[in-house]
Each structure stands twice: as structure tokens, then as C-alpha cells.
């Protein structure tokens, strides 16, 4: 078995709309031992916004954000495609990386035509440190160090690292972050070796699925600011999203629940002691069997066999189950699909012949691109391909093809739509004055990144001025382009 360990640093926590700026990994065998590094940047894409916050937090300048010596997004992303490729299979691990790092890296892969699951696909699997961490909290708490605030501990990797031994000087770059994340991983397994082998086990959704199934009481632990374990057994899935699971908190006795009209059972299920525990088959969710639970488990006074017959209760009745199911989703209404690209990375996976032409794609010349993206089938594929031959070689398009993308980044980054999801230059320049407003001391770095988003600001007005309609043609409410529907 190898890990590969990685971070990102991104221009903000958009997942949809942001881009990853940095990529760090470390290759190491099974004991930690390190077997290979990379260490990528680029430099920001023309239609992207930073947000103020990301580069003060990471300490990324203007300069270094738009250094042209920096290889594009698409280039590093294909360098990142190939490295964890010739990694693979391994198991992957980031630092609160199921929630934030991995769905950065499958946009960036998906956005730049890529097949976004690389790290779940082809033998490889997944898991957090994080989630190793807040369990190690739970169930080995002598294991690390945990700083403290208030009567909470702090689980952010900036403040446990130094707190366990490990010199995080350079916290917030992604290189930094993955050795602080080694390091805490292999304490974790040294002390902890059980917490370990459990949070490797339940990244894979297959091994979550047999032991819930096989388990009729089990733990459960969740942690929204401090960690709570429950005793409780699994009712089902969600019918619309397989990793969607359902469990039943046995601290509440189900029959009374049974008995309760429909319109009381829904106000029941949202008051406290919530009845249901919902979790994710691909979450790493923290598992442990009935005898292995916490002293803390709320339940435990009831005893195993009350507990039992409460479980054997709701496997009799599976109407009921279904009923407690739906009732929480609410999943009657249907979701429309996002006008945006980026955020229809969840929709059809692509067909065999999209497949094999997103490889043709990636070797083809730049000058053949522009003809491939138009023999995609799927949408999503014309869209993001034409957008990366604008990015990466724009004299190649027509001249038509290329004004429209001129004007979709002139007014995307320009503001103008107050409902868009992404960060716009007003937006950001707001931002910008709260953050100097709050901030004791001025910063260097913030007033370079205003004076440099005003003449942007200015060179997107001037663009959209321009009277030729041709060039600038009309944009709908929601920032797209109606008149060429491959831009949006």
C-alpha cells in the first residue's frame, strides 16, 4: 500500500468557481517513508477573481498571481493528471480534504477535461486526516496533543502540528501543509493504530456499507465543533443519491414514534434529540462496533439489550423506515440543473466516444483543439474545451468565437450580477475595504491587489463600452452569453 498526501492552496473556497493555485504532494510507502514530492503552482485564469482573504492567508502576491513565467492552470493541471496517475493505485489523504481539497482537485480536472475521479477509480481510494484526527479526539485522546480553546479542541493543522512537534513555519503553503499532515498521520498510527486502520477501512464506501449492514448497533461519531457519539442502527439510503445513508439514534425508543401522526412525526425528526444521524458512504464516516463504543455514547445507560430489540424493531418495519427517510430529505422536489458549467460537474458521466476523444484532446495539438471540442456530444465538454483553447491559444478561435469570450470575461469579472455565484472585481473590492477597515496595520499586499484589480476593472468597462455589437455581444441576467451557447 502507498499514500499520497496533498494539499492545495486555491484563490478562495468557491469549489465550483475558484481555482487550486498551488498543488503539493508527498508519494510515501506504508510506514511514511517518502518515496517522491512535487510541488506545482500556476498563475491565475483571466475569468477568475481572487478573494482578498485566500491571498492573505496564504501571502500570495499580485505578482506571483499573475506571473507569466507560471505555467497556465490547464498545464499544471496536466502535470497534477499525470503525476497521480504514475502514482496510482494509492490510497489519497489531505487535511479536511474529503470536504475541501478533493472537490477543488476533481473541478480543476473536470474544468480542464480530465475525468474528475481520479483519486476514487482505477484502484485508488481515499481518506482525512482530519476525520483521523477528530476520531483520534474520540477514542485515543492521549494519542496527540490538542490545543484548546475555551473547553473545545482545536483540530485547524496550523495550530495541532506545532502543538505535536512539528515546526509549521510555513503553514498555509501547500508543501508546508502536507509535511505537517504526514506528520500528524504517522503519530496517529503509531499511538493510535486502531483509529488509523479504521479511517483507511471506512474511505472505502464498500467496507462502510458491509460493516453497517452487518452491524445491527454500532457508533457513530460526528463532530459540528465537538465530537458526539451515538448508538444507533442503519434504516437506508437515500432512493436519489446511494451514498446518502440514514441511521437511527437508539436513545429514542421508535414505537413511540410509530405512534405519532404525520404531521407530528416531521416536527419530531427536527427537534432535539434528533432521531436520525445522516451520514456518507464516501465521507469516511467514523464507525466503530457497539462493544468499542465511547463512554460517552449517549445511550449506553439503556442497555445492549433494550437496544437490540429497539433495532430488531425497525428492521420489521421497513414502511416506517422509508417513511423516516423521506421525511428528512424532503426529496420530492426535483433539482434543476445549474445553468453554470462548472457547477454540472455531477451530471451524466460522459459516453465511451467522449471519453476516448478527451484523450485525443489532451495529445492533439493546440491548432486541432478548436475542431475536437466540437465533436464532444456532451455540452459540457464543447464548453470547457473552447474555454481552454481561449485561455491557452486565443488567436487560434475565430474572431467572432474569440469577442464573445472576451466579453463573457469582461462581464463575469466585471460585476453587474448581484445574484452570480462567483467573486466579481466590486465584490472583491468591497471585500478588500472590510478587511483594511478591521485590520490594525495596513497591507502591502492588499493595497497592491486593489490598485490591481481597478485597472482590470477599468480594462473590462472598456471592453463592454465598445459600441460594435458584434464584439460585445449581449449577456442574459445570469452572466452567459445568449447568442453562443459553447461559452457558457
Request: hydrophobic share 40%; with cysteine.
Amino acid at each position: 500500500m502507498t499514500f499520497v498526501f496533498y494539499d492545495t492552496e486555491t484563490s478562495g473556497l468557491n469549489k465550483a468557481f475558484d481555482q487550486i493555485l498551488q498543488f503539493a504532494a508527498i508519494r510515501t510507502d506504508s510506514d511514511f517513508n517518502e518515496i517522491a514530492r512535487v510541488d506545482l503552482r500556476c498563475r491565475l485564469q483571466p475569468h477568475i477573481i481572487a478573494a482578498p482573504q485566500a491571498l492573505k492567508t496564504t501571502r500570495i502576491s499580485v505578482e506571483r498571481l499573475t506571473d507569466p513565467n507560471l505555467p497556465s492552470h490547464f498545464d499544471m493541471m496536466s502535470s497534477v493528471k499525470d503525476t497521480l496517475t504514475s502514482w496510482s493505485p494509492a490510497v489519497f489523504i489531505g487535511y479536511n480534504s474529503i470536504e475541501f481539497d478533493e472537490p477543488m482537485l476533481r473541478q480543476a480536472l473536470y474544468q480542464t477535461l480530465h475525468q474528475p475521479y481520479l483519486t476514487t477509480t482505477n484502484g485508488n481510494t481515499r481518506s482525512d486526516a482530519l476525520i483521523a484526527v477528530q476520531a483520534a479526539s474520540v477514542f485515543a485522546p492521549d494519542a496527540l496533543v490538542f490545543p484548546v480553546n475555551g473547553r473545545k479542541k482545536v483540530f485547524k493543522l496550523d495550530k495541532l502540528a506545532p502543538a505535536n512537534g512539528f515546526d509549521h513555519a510555513h503553514a498555509h503553503d501547500a508543501l508546508a501543509d502536507v509535511e505537517a499532515t504526514v506528520h500528524i498521520c504517522r503519530l496517529i498510527a503509531e499511538k493510535a493504530p486502531q483509529v488509523w486502520e479504521n479511517t483507511l477501512r471506512f474511505g472505502k464506501k464498500e467496507d462502510v456499507a458491509d460493516f453497517i449492514s452487518r452491524e445491527a448497533v454500532f457508533s457513530l461519531t460526528t463532530v459540528y465543533g465537538t465530537a458526539s457519539s451515538h448508538l444507533v442502527t442503519y434504516i437506508g439510503g437515500n432512493p436519489h443519491d446511494k451514498s446518502d445513508l440514514f441511521a437511527f439514534d437508539l436513545r429514542i425508543d421508535p414505537e413511540k414514534l410509530f405512534a405519532l401522526p404525520k404531521n407530528s412525526l416531521k416536527k419530531r425528526l427536527h427537534a432535539l434529540p434528533r432521531p436520525i444521524q445522516r451520514f456518507r458512504a464516501n465521507g469516511c464516516p467514523i464507525l466503530e462496533t457497539a462493544d468499542n463504543a465511547p463512554k460517552s455514547a449517549a445511550v449506553l445507560h439503556i442497555g445492549m439489550e433494550e437496544l437490540e430489540r429497539r433495532a430488531g424493531w425497525l428492521k420489521a418495519n421497513p414502511d416506517f423506515c422509508a417513511e423516516l427517510i423521506s421525511l428528512s430529505i424532503n426529496a420530492s422536489v426535483a433539482q434543476t440543473p445549474s445553468p453554470y458549467v462548472e457547477e454540472r460537474i455531477y451530471g451524466p458521466f460522459y459516453s465511451k466516444s467522449d471519453l476516448k476523444l478527451m484523450g485525443v484532446f489532451h495529445r492533439a495539438p493546440w491548432a486541432r483543439r478548436v475542431g475536437i471540442s466540437e465533436k464532444f456530444q456532451d455540452e459540457r465538454l464543447k464548453i470547457l474545451g473552447q474555454r481552454a483553447v481561449y485561455f491557452e491559444n486565443p488567436g487560434l478561435l475565430q474572431p467572432d468565437i474569440k469577442n464573445k469570450l472576451d466579453a463573457f470575461v469582461a462581464r463575469k469579472i466585471g460585476g453587474g450580477n448581484a445574484n452570480a455565484p462567483w467573486l466579481d472585481i466590486p465584490k472583491a473590492i468591497e471585500e478588500i475595504d472590510k478587511l483594511e477597515t478591521e485590520d490594525k496595520e495596513p497591507s502591502a499586499l492588499l493595497a497592491d491587489y486593489k490598485n490591481y484589480l481597478m485597472e482590470k476593472l477599468g480594462s473590462a468597462n472598456a471592453s463592454l463600452s465598445e459600441d460594435n455589437p458584434k464584439r460585445n455581444p449581449r449577456l442574459n441576467s445570469r452572466g452567459n452569453t445568449s447568442s453562443c451557447s459553447t461559452i457558457r
